[in-house]
């Protein structure tokens, strides 16, 4: 059986950012701990994605970032 792709509404560095937030939210109320160091761990994986992410993506297919300073330029 075949598997077909479904495409997304969001982009794939949209939901590792959603969820990293998520995951540093769960972290930040829970004690010092090994859960907690385990969810921190993953946060900082999906890090490494979205850096990742981001240098083999070409910029012509990246969606634009938006500066809410007014600026245009990414820095």
């Known amino acids: ?20 937030t998520s995951l540093r939210n769960q972290a930040e109320g829970m004690p010092t701990s090994i859960p907690r160091d385990e969810l921190l761990r993953k946060v900082r994986q999906i890090d490494v994605a979205i850096a990742v992410n981001e240098w083999v993506t070409p910029s012509y297919v990246r969606a634009p970032r938006h500066n809410f300073s007014g600026s245009s330029h990414r820095i």
């Open 1 to 20: 059986m075949r598997h077909h792709f479904k495409p997304s509404s969001t982009s794939f560095e949209y939901r590792l950012k959603q969820e990293a």
